[in-house]
């Protein structure tokens, strides 16, 4: 234990353990166990504790160094097992949240027959697609759900094929593969609700491709057709494009002009035809306008500089750093342990590669504003993240007599950190307490909204107390004009209407008012004490603090 990495990573497991007393927006990365019950927390230390015993690592370390390494790369059934047991842990284990990323969104518009969500490209159209042609008999959930299983189940055998063609130690690749199994982003494969889980997969086999094309394995095509596939569902795999690009130019065993079409064609070909598959589905030049010209989020991308959730604010701080304790801690942890190894490899093909990949993602993540907030934005570049694990695994140090001691506490770590990340999000009522609370530390935008999307759940549920409270939260933490994003298409069983305080006597028209419930009654005056019950049955709440009222009639 006397290594600096062995001793950094206890370190983290030990953050987990604090994180239980250290709920709220601030540790968002690491306080999964805060909103779990406490057996589930006492059963994890008892497993950390036991597996972290020199005895247990040196056990686990020789099975690494050979047996557990030679039944996945070397045997046909490896794979297939491994696959299997992964699979049925996706299934068993799929996520019951909706709250995370553009999730709820996403099933709002797939649920109304929105054809296209472009950033999103093919993902959200064959999603839509299918649920079209299913008329309604599979719910959107269901099917988003059955996609990112689907997902999962492909990857493991497609990315174990790629690492066996690597000329690495086997351990190496047994690193590579663990940490894609137990990082933070094999969320996406636990019916996770998003559209980044196909992204994931193709950018992680782009980056293993891209390896085994420096070290003369396979050809460029191969490697430009998997970016070509990201591309094809998801437009933020353009970020990849600086890699590729690297490679295009640096690799001096060809000339440019032979690498070139094997470099462009594939991406251009599966790119233009997603957008052939849009425009004869009816993608337009209003579309475009609507989703580039009009975009006020492209008008914004950038992180502010100044200001308290600025660049150099302590907020952004905070969220950064919780944001790689969820995506990759140990391969963060050992890529900076072994910055001076980096450095003094640093002409090294594919080392330069990775490199080129993982600092344009760092820049952009940098750089790139949280619209919905850190923690609900966490998947923005998670499929990138696979650059981070093979950086760790071609520069961790390890003793040449038995180097599987270096990647058994990195698994173990590894492991034991995205448990509890997995067995959260798995949960529909611990998963909501933790949105709740997180959205709190959101800024005021994206709070607003975070409790809009809590209101509609509430709705669905017919829990109208929570509901109500919700909905007051996002009017008061927001532009009144939000009221006139809440289910306008559709009667609701609870209406909010801000009104300025001089329109009081205008009460808005509406149909016949019925008595609202006493038990709606009692929670709105927890809510607002200084509620007054109007002539017919619509309770005045007045916050005196602002100079807007809100109308609740049930």
């Known amino acids: 234990m006397k290594n600096p990495t062995y001793l950094a990573m206890i370190l983290l497991l030990f953050l987990v353990f604090c994180g239980v007393w250290a709920s709220g927006p601030n540790a968002w990365g690491f306080n999964h166990f805060s909103y779990l019950p406490i057996s589930y927390f006492l059963i994890w230390m008892v497993f950390v504790a036991v597996s972290v015993l020199p005895a247990v690592q040196n056990s686990l370390a020789m099975s690494l160094q050979k047996t557990i390494p030679y039944f996945i790369f070397k045997t046909k059934i490896g794979p297939f097992v491994l696959t299997l047991f ?39 159209f064959l999603h839509s697609l299918v649920f079209q042609i299913s008329d309604n008999k599979v719910s959107a959930a269901s099917l988003y759900r059955f996609g990112s299983i689907l997902g999962g189940i492909l990857a493991i055998p497609l990315v174990i094929l790629l690492l066996k063609n690597l000329r690495w130690e086997l351990w190496r690749r047994t690193l590579v593969l663990a940490l894609f199994m137990f990082s933070g982003p094999v969320v996406l494969f636990f019916g996770y609700i998003e559209s980044y889980t196909y992204l994931y997969i193709f950018i992680t086999c782009f980056l293993i491709s891209g390896v085994l094309y420096l070290e003369n394995k396979i050809p460029l095509y191969v490697a430009s057709s998997f970016f070509g596939l990201a591309i094809f569902f998801h437009l933020s795999a353009v970020f990849c494009l600086p890699a590729l690009i690297h490679i295009l130019f640096v690799d001096s065993r060809q000339r440019k002009w032979s690498r070139f079409p094997a470099a462009i064609l594939p991406p251009l070909l599966l790119f233009g035809m997603s957008i052939f598959i849009h425009l004869q589905s009816g993608y337009s030049t209003q579309w475009f306008q609507h989703d580039f010209l009009e975009n006020g989020n492209l008008d914004q991308m950038l992180i502010p500089f100044g200001g308290e959730r600025g660049f150099f604010s302590l907020a952004n701080l905070i969220n950064q750093w919780n944001l790689l304790l969820i995506i990759a801690p140990v391969a963060s942890l050992v890529v900076l342990l072994r910055i001076k190894s980096i450095l003094a490899r640093r002409r090294e093909s594919s080392l330069q590669f990775l490199l080129v990949h993982l600092i344009t993602i760092g820049m952009i993540g940098l750089v790139l504003d949280r619209k919905l907030g850190f923690a609900r934005d966490w998947d923005l570049l998670v499929a990138h993240s696979a650059s981070l694990y093979l950086v760790a695994a071609i520069v961790i140090s390890a003793p040449k007599i038995f180097p599987g001691k270096a990647l058994s506490l990195a698994i173990t770590t590894s492991f034991f950190l995205t448990i509890p990340w997995v067995v959260l999000q798995n949960s529909e009522i611990f998963s909501l307490t933790r949105f709740t609370d997180v959205a709190k530390g959101f800024p005021t935008p994206a709070r607003a909204h975070a409790f809009e999307e809590l209101g509609q759940y509430f709705r669905e549920k017919e829990t109208f107390g929570k509901l109500c409270q919700c909905m007051i939260n996002a009017f008061w933490q927001t532009l009144p004009t939000i009221g006139t994003m809440l289910w306008p298409e559709q009667p609701i069983p609870l209406l909010l209407v801000i009104q300025n305080p001089t329109a009081r006597k205008e009460t808005p028209s509406l149909s016949k008012p019925r008595p609202i419930s006493r038990r709606l009654c009692a929670g709105i005056r927890q809510i607002f004490p200084q509620g007054k019950i109007s002539e017919n049955y619509c309770y005045w709440l007045e916050n005196p603090n602002r100079q807007e009222s809100i109308l609740v009639r049930y």
């Open 86 to 124: 992964l699979g049925l842990s996706f299934y068993f284990l799929q996520s019951q949240s909706v709250f995370l990323g553009d999730g709820y969104l996403i099933l709002n518009l797939v649920e109304k027959g929105a054809p296209f969500r472009i950033f999103d490209n093919m993902d959200f």
